[in-house]
């Protein structure tokens, strides 16, 4: 078993009196796909904002290969990709102009950013596209572009949030077939999503979050044998078992 590469202990993030993650552990281990799953508001991207140092906890910490986000927030950076749940994309230039331009944001010479970006884009089956405006690219096109720019870097754990949603099923199968390749060459990856079967397509293990707590942790297979047979059980009816409601509201 390899060794955890992010431990995240006791995290707490309240927003006025809500608190919107509440006491929340988990460890990822080196090269695994780890889904943060759960409902609308149950503190997904509140979590990931904290993994990724953009929000500072109100307690608790992260280690991320063996950095802490709160004493060591530059080298946990650089060992990160984000890629968020909103687009973060300039519409009005290319794809290629977009990851060219994150590329030297992040400090590589011109000639390094264009052949990552070259190699993302090919990663993610747009190479054709290259020169065409993100403002002209379908939904999909659009979340592709955006795992891309978190590509750039070759960051050792990704985040993923939501990479998938509301997208045709041919930019989903890229979206899932990249993830794994990359898996497959090293990266580790955290991954939110509230489409289950997906999560349960992808990740090695998952831990299902609501209302800012996380409710069961474990591989899809163990989760779904705790309530019956896991041919027959879903990640679906796991939460519906743990919380007596539908995912889906
Ligand atoms: N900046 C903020 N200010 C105030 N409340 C916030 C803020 N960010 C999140 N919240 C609240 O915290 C709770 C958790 O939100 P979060 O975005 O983490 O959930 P999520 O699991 O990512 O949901 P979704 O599936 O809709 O993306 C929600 O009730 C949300 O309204
Ligand atoms: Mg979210």
């Known amino acids: 078993m390899s060794a955890n590469y992010l431990v995240a202990q006791d995290l707490h993030k309240s927003f006025n009196e809500h608190k919107a993650v509440n006491g929340v552990s988990f460890t990822i281990r080196k090269r695994e796909i780890f889904g943060l799953l759960g409902p609308n508001g149950a503190g997904k991207t509140t979590t990931i904002r904290m993994l990724s140092t953009v929000l500072e906890p109100d307690q608790g910490d992260v280690i991320i290969g063996g950095y802490s986000i709160k004493r060591e927030a530059e080298e946990v950076r650089n060992l990160i990709g984000v ?57 999909g096109m659009k979340r592709r572009v955006n795992l891309a720019v978190a590509l750039m870097g070759h960051p050792e754990l990704l985040f ?90």
């Not at 264009?114 to 403002?135: C, F, M, P, T, Y």
């Not at 707590?213 to 059980?233: C, F, N, W, Y």
């Open 83 to 139: 890629c968020p749940q909103e687009l973060a994309l300039y519409v009005e230039l290319g794809a290629l102009d977009n990851l060219l331009f994150f590329g030297r944001m992040a400090g590589m010479s011109s000639q390094e950013a264009r052949e990552q970006a070259l190699a993302h884009l090919k990663l993610v089956g747009l190479e054709e596209r290259a020169k065409g405006r993100i403002d002209k690219f379908s939904g």
């Open 160 to 249: 993923l949030d939501e990479p998938t949603v509301g997208i045709d099923p041919q930019s989903r199968n890229n979206i899932y077939e990249t993830i794994e390749g990359l898996r497959d060459k090293g990266m580790t990856i955290l991954y939110t999503t509230h489409y289950m079967e997906e999560a349960d397509r992808l990740c090695d293990r998952v831990a299902i979050m609501d209302g800012g707590q996380i409710i069961a942790m474990d591989t899809p297979h163990e989760l779904k044998a705790q309530i019956g047979s896991p041919d027959r059980v879903t990640l679906e009816d796991v939460f519906l078992k743990q919380t007596g409601r539908s995912l889906r509201d």
